[in-house]
């Protein structure tokens, strides 16, 4: 990839020596991501631009869920065009197009120019961004790759959290045109002013405090040649379409399922989603952690075992049990922030490092065909059997297959030393 080499005694990270300097680039990338991860919160912009240019529901779901599918699909292109262009102008193009399409929408008049705004242009910038952060966190914390990716993605799941209320604000007392307007040029401003402080380690940097002996990433470590022949990959690739399946699905129907099945107050239960955003995000680095420390397959299996144990309370879920809601739809919450720093981790763990950008665009398609599966089924259920409690039987038989699928496909190709 693409780096200013320097002498190593030379190099400096915001004027800090490295060791120190590179813990700068996780609350940047952090920043990055809660600016793309603002594409979350269409419903803020949904009701109002409804009304305004007298859309039905469908249609005004038609940008959000445009940008969800560029997003998906410029993941794997851009991975392999980092290591051409660079971390730095990846960023800066994709935080440029992330504005323009905010900028664009602003002076949209109808459905068809709203949604190549905001869900062609906005999405794929969104797709080029996304992935330079984790990579840019991977490669300067080769010995705390784990956490350095988890606690860098947590700006994406808290995004809504945060630039949700501030666009609702704006919004009051601006409308929503104006306040379209002002993200975009704001995002744009932020993203490319961060882009240039993006830039990966030489090579062959390590940090001065050697790795720990007790590290489970033994020395050499065996990576696959062909990562698309690999039975791990095929196993990381199933468990994420299950986890983003499940995740999504749930993540779709909090707040009706609060009303219809546990009866709680429409407020209450659209208030909840903030507590849920909330696990959302806190699961990432702690996923991360984990990742770091054991193998793989032990923390996807302890994802798929909360996502069965949620399952289970609201199939028996009744009237009133709203402590019995809120803790399952915590746990699914949970689940897919984890996923989302899990997924990238195994991939830093099971194959190449250097090929990190490529090989997780490529796995990042899973994410894109759990999302569309996720967002369509649930509803259908409810469509079909007449109750959302039937949509949690797939999703706990889907958690089984996860359980199995991760025990004997998601682990290195080659047995390693301290990975049994």
């Given at each position: 990839?693409?780096?200013?080499?320097?002498?190593?005694?030379?190099?400096?990270?915001?004027?800090?020596?490295?060791?120190?300097?590179?813990?700068?680039?996780?609350?940047?990338?952090?920043?990055v991501?809660?600016?793309?991860?603002?594409?979350?919160?269409?419903?803020?912009?949904?009701?109002?631009?409804?009304?305004?240019?007298?859309?039905?529901?469908?249609?005004?779901?038609?940008?959000?869920?445009?940008?969800?599918?560029?997003?998906?699909?410029?993941?794997?292109?851009t991975?392999f065009?980092?290591?051409?262009?660079?971390?730095?102008?990846?960023?800066?193009?994709?935080?440029?197009?992330?504005?323009?399409?905010?900028?664009?929408s602003?002076?949209?008049?109808?459905?068809?120019?709203?949604?190549?705004?905001?869900?062609?242009?906005?999405?794929?910038?969104?797709?080029?961004?996304?992935?330079?952060?984790?990579?840019?966190?991977?490669?300067?914390?080769?010995?705390?790759?784990?956490?350095?990716?988890?606690?860098?993605?947590?700006?994406?799941g808290?995004?809504?959290?945060?630039?949700?209320?501030l666009?609702?604000?704006?919004?009051?007392?601006?409308?929503?045109?104006?306040?379209?307007?002002?993200?975009?040029?704001?995002?744009?401003?932020?993203?490319v002013?961060?882009?240039?402080?993006?830039?990966?380690?030489p090579?062959?940097?390590?940090?001065?405090?050697?790795?720990?002996?007790?590290?489970?990433?033994?020395?050499?470590?065996?990576?696959?040649?062909?990562?698309?022949k690999?039975?791990?990959?095929?196993?990381?690739?199933?468990?994420?379409?299950?986890?983003t399946?499940?995740?999504?699905?749930?993540?779709?129907?909090?707040?009706?399922?609060?009303?219809?099945?546990i009866?709680?107050?429409?407020?209450?239960?659209?208030?909840?989603?903030?507590?849920?955003?909330?696990?959302?995000?806190?699961?990432?680095p702690l996923?991360g952690w984990?990742?770091?420390?054991?193998?793989?397959?032990?923390?996807?299996?302890?994802?798929?075992?909360?996502?069965?144990?949620?399952?289970i309370?609201?199939?028996?879920?009744?009237?009133?049990?709203?402590?019995?809601?809120?803790?399952?739809?915590?746990?699914?919450?949970?689940?897919?922030?984890?996923w989302?720093?899990?997924?990238?981790?195994?991939?830093?763990?099971?194959?190449?490092?250097d090929?990190y950008?490529?090989?997780?665009?490529?796995?990042?398609?899973?994410?894109?065909?759990?999302?569309?599966?996720?967002?369509?089924v649930?509803?259908?259920?409810?469509?079909?059997?007449?109750?959302?409690?039937?949509?949690?039987?797939?999703?706990?038989?889907?958690?089984?297959?996860?359980?199995?699928?991760?025990?004997?496909?998601?682990?290195?190709d080659?047995?390693?030393?301290?990975?049994?």
């Amino acid at each position: 990839m693409k780096a200013d080499h320097q002498n190593h005694s030379e190099l400096r990270v915001l004027g800090l020596p490295p060791d120190q300097g590179r813990w700068l680039l996780i609350p940047l990338g952090i920043t990055v991501l809660l600016c793309l991860g603002t594409v979350y919160s269409w419903s803020i912009f949904r009701t109002p631009l409804q009304n305004e240019l007298n859309l039905t529901a469908t249609e005004s779901l038609l940008p959000y869920t445009v940008a969800l599918v560029f997003y998906a699909l410029m993941m794997p292109i851009t991975g392999f065009y980092i290591p051409k262009f660079g971390t730095r102008a990846t960023t800066a193009v994709g935080g440029f197009i992330v504005g323009l399409g905010y900028i664009l929408s602003s002076f949209a008049d109808n459905i068809i120019t709203m949604t190549i705004a905001y869900g062609v242009i906005t999405g794929t910038g969104v797709g080029i961004t996304y992935g330079v952060p984790m990579v840019v966190s991977a490669r300067w914390f080769p010995d705390k790759k784990g956490l350095a990716v988890g606690l860098t993605i947590i700006g994406f799941g808290l995004s809504p959290l945060i630039t949700a209320p501030l666009a609702k604000a704006l919004i009051d007392s601006y409308t929503v045109r104006p306040t379209l307007l002002v993200l975009g040029i704001t995002f744009m401003v932020i993203i490319v002013a961060i882009s240039n402080i993006m830039k990966l380690p030489p090579q062959d940097w390590q940090p001065t405090q050697k790795i720990s002996t007790t590290s489970v990433i033994p020395t050499p470590v065996f990576y696959p040649p062909k990562m698309l022949k690999s039975p791990s990959f095929y196993g990381l690739w199933i468990c994420y379409v299950i986890g983003t399946f499940v995740g999504l699905s749930a993540i779709g129907i909090s707040s009706p399922v609060g009303e219809e099945i546990i009866e709680i107050d429409p407020r209450f239960a659209a208030g909840s989603v903030s507590l849920f955003a909330l696990f959302n995000g806190v699961s990432r680095p702690l996923f991360g952690w984990l990742s770091d420390r054991f193998p793989p397959r032990y923390v996807a299996i302890a994802s798929y075992t909360l996502i069965l144990i949620a399952c289970i309370l609201m199939i028996n879920a009744e009237s009133g049990q709203i402590a019995t809601y809120l803790i399952a739809f915590c746990l699914f919450w949970f689940c897919l922030g984890g996923w989302l720093a899990l997924a990238p981790t195994t991939t830093l763990r099971l194959f190449n490092p250097d090929d990190y950008a490529q090989n997780y665009g490529i796995v990042f398609t899973a994410y894109g065909v759990g999302a569309l599966l996720g967002t369509l089924v649930a509803g259908s259920i409810r469509d079909w059997f007449g109750s959302y409690t039937y949509a949690f039987y797939p999703m706990g038989i889907l958690a089984v297959i996860g359980i199995i699928v991760a025990s004997f496909l998601l682990k290195p190709d080659k047995a390693k030393p301290t990975d049994n």
